[in-house]
Structures are given as C-alpha cells and as structure tokens.
C-alpha cells in the first residue's frame, strides 16, 4: 500500500545514561557517545528534519530510564517525535503519550504482552506503531536479548488487531552501515498493507534512493542512525534526495 509518495526521514537520537549513543547491533557495551541528546534534536531540526526517532535505550535494556530527558526532548523540539524503548505498560505508555509526542513504538509489549498490547492498539489507533526488531525472521525483545516468535506470525495477529504501522528494523544491520535489508522491507510489505518505517543499516544517498523506490510497495520512511553521526552525508542532502 502507499501512504505517502515521498520516504519520510526520520533521523534517530538514541539515549543511554544520558548521552544520544550508536550502538553495533544493538548490544549493550558498543556505545559510542555524541554528545547531548537534546543538542542532537535540535541539529537535526535546524538541518529540516520533520521527525525524531527518540530512544530510550537504558529502558529498553532494563538498565534505567532516561524519561524526564526525553520528556524534555520531546517538549522542546517543534517536530514530530516517535518515542521508543521500554514502553510496556498502563503507566510507561501513559507518561509517552503525556510527552506529547506524535507516536509512541512498542518493542517488547507486543512479544509478552499481546492482549495488552491489542487494547492499546484500539484505545489509541494511529498514535501507536510497533517496532518489529528482528535477526533473519525471529522478534526480538528485551533490549533485542530475547527471542520473542516469527516475524511473519505477529504481523497478521497485529494486522488483525488494527496496528496502524510498523517499524521494521534488521537487527544484523542496526549500526553497521551496511544498508539496509530491502528483501526483509519488501518481505513484510507484501505480508500488510499498513506502512513501513524501515531501520537499520542505512550508509549512503544511494540507500535512501533504494527505500525510496519501495514508497509504491509500502516503505513509508526510514531512520537514519550512524550514518548521520558518521558524517557519511547530512541531512541536508538526504532531505534533498527524497524531496519530491
Ligand atoms: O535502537 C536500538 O539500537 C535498540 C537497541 C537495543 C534495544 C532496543 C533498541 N531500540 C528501540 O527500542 C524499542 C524497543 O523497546 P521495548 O522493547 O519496547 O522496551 C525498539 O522498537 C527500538 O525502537
């Protein structure tokens, strides 16, 4: 299905004990630190990005919380946020939306907590999307420690509970800048009709040129992690490459 004809780019401000961090697919101790989470959202406004991919990873590794500093984030920036990591609960998913932010991305829940996690599709429609985290096509969960079932199996159970979108992120590729997995991308966009933010692995133009030209088959849009902080080009130049 498409929903947009445009990829939307969303670069990614992932927190731990504080600082915006890369990880190596997503395992604890690859840290490497840029900084202020707060200085990078606001980079990335000034440069013209209209989303924030907003993590908090100390949440979704069961280490902490950074909240009051995304809270803060959130609250600061004029752009659409997509707040992520440890939002599991009645309480977790009430302080995200309370943040303000457009949506919030649900990881573990959607594993080990299926009936909840159908309410909170129903309660709150479009404001939530799930994050489908997965090595070849086993879920993750748990800061991606755990399995949590096949990929394709969920995603007709959440199909059918009316999950609105969904953020597919190759685990293999997550911080490596090895592109990204378009056959996984095509994979899940034959298997729903909602749309499909694409994670992982993005490392040149010419790979958001790739998600684009899967806009017609359902990719909506794409986070963008390593690559900016890397400096392998700016936003600047990936907003240009995907503007109409
Ligand atoms: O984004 C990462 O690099 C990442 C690494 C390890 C674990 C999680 C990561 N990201 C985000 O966290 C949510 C899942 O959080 P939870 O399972 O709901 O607590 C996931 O969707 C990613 O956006």
Redo the contacts with the bound molecule.
């Keep these: 299905m498409q929903s947009t004809s445009t990829l939307e780019l969303l670069p ?1 401000v ?1 927190v731990r004990d504080g600082r915006a961090v ?2 190596v697919h ?3 101790g690859t840290e490497t630190s840029y900084g202020s989470p707060l200085q990078a959202a606001l980079a990335w406004q000034s440069a013209g990005a209209e989303w924030l ?1 907003l ?3 100390d ?3 069961g280490t902490g919380d950074n909240r009051a500093l995304l809270a803060e984030v959130t609250a600061t920036v004029d752009i659409k946020v997509e707040l ?5 609960d009645d309480d977790t998913l009430a302080a995200a939306l309370a943040t303000g932010c457009t949506r919030v ?7 080990e907590n299926p009936e909840w996690v159908a309410r909170v599709i129903a309660a709150h429609g479009d404001r939530v999307a ?2 489908l ?1 997965v090595r070849g096509t086993t879920l993750r ?4 420690t755990r399995d949590g079932g096949d990929l394709y199996e969920t995603l007709a159970r959440l199909d059918s509970e009316g999950c609105a979108r969904y ?1 597919v ?1 190759d ?1 293999a590729k ?2 490596t800048l090895g592109g990204p997995n378009l056959d996984l991308l095509r994979g899940v966009c034959k298997a729903t009709d909602r749309p499909v933010v694409a ?1 992982g692995g993005v490392s040149s133009l010419d790979d958001l040129r790739a998600l684009g030209s899967l806009v017609p088959e359902g990719v909506e849009g794409a986070i963008i ?1 390593k690559a900016l902080y890397a400096k392998a080009f700016t936003l600047e130049e990936a907003l240009a490459v995907v503007a109409p």
């Design positions: 990614a992932d890369r990880l997503g395992e604890s991919h993590v908090d990873l949440a979704a590794f992520s990591g440890g939002i599991r991305n649900l990881g573990t829940a959607a594993l799930v994050g985290d969960g748990r800061g991606w953020v992120t685990i997550d911080g994670s992690g």
